[in-house]
């Protein structure tokens, strides 16, 4: 039986409560889960189709619910400050989230989650990583994702989606995925009531569900505007993108709530105050905040992105060790990729300077016998992202250090002046130059 007409708040603690019980008593479960670095792309696409596909599942739909998972551990929620930030707009909190955490351990999982019981939805990604991907790729049953397709997603997902295609938010696509469903939802009068539980009032249904619909609106708008930088952003900007902010900012405005105050670039700017606001995060947490991991032949590539410079870590490392930048932030990145086994580890900035333009960093570090692959990943790839050597290097650049017993390491650095480029692009790249 399809979730009746709710708010996202009730959604996902009926979500939470059923995982636990599908999980106890071996039922079939359906999850939606986006990216390991978890960003707000990742997180919004997955609540989204999770909450409007379980409102509207399809007839032959594996399970008539579907569970919303956040691919990260709980504790690492209070790391992404814009989660934070947006979800007073929605009327949750990250305690409503579910994460893997809530999920069996990967020592756990064949017994207490069988493959055979699970269905899988992609977001934001088309490959699963990590012991899920071990454990369950055979059961990802859908997908839509807008980075370079693997082609480890079967053609035909029916009754789920198989999209993948270039755009600046994967939000957008889910949007246009679902607008259909969502424009039959709006127009029921169904509802279950228990917007009671929460302090809303259902003497006008309509006017409730229209503001349950303005909350989500902006979970999913926040993502978008992030992404294409208030769709400014016109490498990454796509019309889907654009389609996708009209169509949200409607649902926003038909709530008589939203309708008076709603300000698209006020609400833009305090979302990108919150992720820029990294100050108060240790490197270490910074570093692991918007990471992913792959594994390819060669070895393991893990890769960070940061929207502040290099020195800005390289100093906050100094900073926080009392000792000297350059050994510090190395016995960092050291210890990083010691931890997570890494042969290859990039640092991504991303950030605007001083004079207001918009500006990308890369730092490769490599273990002792990985050189040669960061040295492929070099010379095919350097002309065209345009790396340039920057002043920071002098500190960085080319050196061999000890970290633990992770062994000899070698970092490089470079400003991309291909500034279009971003981790969608740059970690192929990367992981090609591993393969070989």
């Not at 989204?48 to 596909?53: G, H, S």
């Amino acid at each position: 039986m399809a979730f009746p007409r709710n708010s996202l708040r009730a959604f996902l603690s009926h979500a939470k409560t059923s995982l636990s019980s599908s999980l106890r008593q071996k039922q079939n479960v359906t999850l939606v889960i986006g990216n390991e670095s978890a960003d707000l792309d990742s997180m919004t696409c997955s609540l989204l189709y999770a909450y409007i596909r379980s409102q509207a599942p399809p007839r032959d739909a594996f399970t008539p619910l579907y569970i919303p998972v956040v691919n990260i551990v709980a504790k690492d929620v209070t790391l992404r400050l814009e989660f934070s930030a947006l979800f007073s707009y929605a009327n949750v909190s990250a305690a409503h989230l579910i994460t893997l955490d809530d999920l069996p351990t990967a020592s756990h999982s064949k017994q207490l989650l069988p493959s055979e019981k699970t269905r899988w939805i992609l977001v934001d990604h088309n490959h699963l990583q990590g012991y899920l991907g071990q454990l369950y790729s055979p059961r990802v049953l859908g997908v839509i994702d807008h980075h370079d397709d693997e082609g480890m997603v079967p053609k035909d997902t029916n009754p789920e989606p198989r999209c993948i295609e270039k755009c600046g938010s994967c939000t957008s696509l889910v949007v246009r995925c679902l607008q259909p469903s969502w424009d039959a939802l709006s127009s029921s009068a169904r509802s279950s009531g228990a917007g009671h539980a929460q302090g809303d009032s259902l003497i006008d249904d309509s006017a409730v569900m229209r503001g349950w619909d303005a909350q989500v609106a902006k979970l999913a708008l926040a993502s978008i505007l992030i992404d294409t930088r208030n769709l400014q952003d016109e490498d990454k900007t796509r019309d889907v993108d654009r389609k996708a902010v009209t169509y949200l900012e409607s649902r926003i405005k038909l709530s008589p709530k939203d309708a008076r105050t709603w300000d698209q670039s006020a609400f833009f700017k305090d979302i990108d105050a919150a992720k820029q606001n990294i100050e108060s995060l240790a490197v270490g947490d910074i570093l692991r905040k918007d990471y992913k991991q792959w594994t390819e032949t060669g070895g393991n590539l893990g890769m960070s992105s940061v929207v502040k410079p290099l020195d800005f870590l390289a100093n906050k490392a100094g900073n926080e060790s009392g000792t000297g930048v350059e050994e510090s932030f190395h016995h960092t990145v050291g210890n990083f990729m010691e931890a997570r086994g890494l042969a290859l580890f990039a640092i991504m900035t991303a950030f605007t300077s001083s004079d207001g333009t918009f500006q990308r960093q890369l730092l490769v570090t490599s273990r002792k016998d990985m050189r040669a692959a960061a040295t492929r990943f070099e010379s095919s790839n350097a002309e065209q992202l345009g790396l340039e050597s920057i002043p920071l290097a002098e500190d960085i650049r080319n050196t061999r250090h000890k970290a633990n017993e992770g062994g000899d390491l070698s970092s490089r650095i470079w400003m991309q002046q291909n500034i279009s480029m971003s981790r969608k692009q740059v970690a192929p790249m990367l992981r090609k130059a591993l393969q070989t």
